[in-house]
């Protein structure tokens, strides 16, 4: 089943019935496969609050300022090549100094398609820090770079990089689309992020990329049950890239 409207995206999202579909347990230590089934992402229930609990714990520890001022020094040391900066800086923030090994491991962390590179990634991350740590690195590594990414192509000199990343959330999201279970039917649910975010019924001119406005409830972060962690965070370094890059350009 394909959802495409905003107030039908929240109900399943609110609703504990649809779940993440599950994936394989048997996945041999160290590798992506045993990654993913120990992630708080694809897991459910108490699994699912522990896991996510011991994420926000080590987010705790983070101020999303501080975050946002490193990411923005490193743009500017890198002489505007921004790309690796993100995961670099949460790194450091993390008390993990090489995050090398990132890209590779994060390659099929959403979808699980492995590769032997993939696994003595995995193996390497979590050879420097723990769990929530490599959790964190992995799922915000490729979403955060799609973000800017996509921001980049919207914003104009004078923009509000908090703003142009507010308005490419909900217009340009950086993840298309969300999958949960239902349990009761054994049916996937695929909620198009992009049609939800554009539901006229919620949003004003929906189509139209408009930096001015202001806050609006996408559902890019997720929504109800089980929201990202750290949406803060992530604007954090998203801002401190663009506002290296675009510091120049403004009015």
């Given at each position: 089943?394909?959802?495409?409207?905003?107030?039908e995206?929240?109900?399943?999202?609110?609703?504990?019935?649809?779940?993440?579909?599950?994936?394989?347990?048997?996945?041999?230590?160290?590798?992506?496969a045993?990654?993913?089934?120990?992630?708080?992402?694809?897991?459910?229930?108490?699994?699912?609050?522990?896991?996510?609990?011991?994420?926000?714990?080590?987010l705790?520890a983070?101020?999303?300022?501080?975050l946002?001022?490193?990411?923005?020094?490193?743009?500017?040391?890198?002489?505007?090549?921004?790309?690796?900066v993100?995961?670099?800086?949460?790194?450091?923030?993390?008390?993990?100094?090489?995050?090398?090994?990132?890209?590779a491991?994060?390659?099929?962390?959403?979808?699980?398609?492995?590769?032997?590179?993939?696994?003595?990634?995995?193996?390497?991350?979590?050879?420097?820090?723990?769990?929530?740590?490599?959790?964190?690195?992995?799922?915000?590594?490729?979403?955060?770079?799609?973000?800017?990414?996509?921001?980049?192509?919207?914003?104009?000199?004078?923009d509000?990089?908090?703003a142009?990343?507010?308005?490419?959330?909900?217009?340009?999201?950086?993840?298309?689309?969300?999958?949960?279970?239902?349990?009761?039917?054994?049916?996937?649910?695929?909620?198009?992020?992009?049609?939800a975010?554009?539901?006229?019924?919620?949003?004003?001119?929906?189509?139209?990329?408009?930096?001015?406005?202001?806050?609006?409830?996408?559902?890019?972060?997720?929504?109800?049950?089980?929201?990202?962690?750290?949406?803060?965070?992530?604007?954090?370094?998203?801002?401190?890239?663009?506002d290296?890059?675009?510091?120049?350009?403004?009015?």
């Amino acid at each position: 089943m394909l959802i495409t409207h905003h107030a039908e995206a929240r109900a399943v999202l609110s609703d504990g019935r649809y779940v993440p579909p599950p994936v394989p347990q048997d996945g041999e230590p160290g590798t992506l496969a045993w990654l993913r089934a120990h992630v708080s992402r694809f897991s459910t229930g108490e699994t699912h609050a522990e896991r996510r609990r011991l994420v926000v714990e080590r987010l705790s520890a983070l101020d999303p300022a501080e975050l946002r001022t490193a990411a923005r020094a490193a743009t500017r040391d890198r002489d505007g090549d921004w790309r690796g900066v993100p995961t670099a800086v949460l790194g450091a923030a993390l008390g993990v100094p090489d995050t090398s090994a990132v890209p590779a491991a994060a390659s099929g962390y959403l979808s699980g398609e492995g590769s032997p590179q993939a696994d003595a990634a995995v193996a390497e991350l979590l050879g420097l820090t723990d769990l929530p740590a490599v959790t964190l690195l992995l799922q915000g590594h490729a979403a955060t770079e799609a973000l800017i990414e996509n921001a980049l192509t919207h914003a104009v000199p004078g923009d509000d990089p908090e703003a142009v990343l507010r308005e490419t959330l909900r217009q340009d999201p950086p993840l298309k689309a969300s999958r949960r279970l239902d349990t009761r039917t054994g049916e996937e649910v695929t909620i198009d992020l992009v049609a939800a975010n554009r539901d006229p019924e919620v949003f004003a001119d929906p189509d139209r990329f408009d930096a001015s406005r202001g806050p609006a409830p996408h559902l890019t972060f997720g929504d109800g049950l089980r929201p990202c962690p750290a949406p803060a965070h992530a604007l954090a370094l998203a801002a401190g890239v663009l506002d290296a890059l675009l510091e120049g350009t403004r009015r």
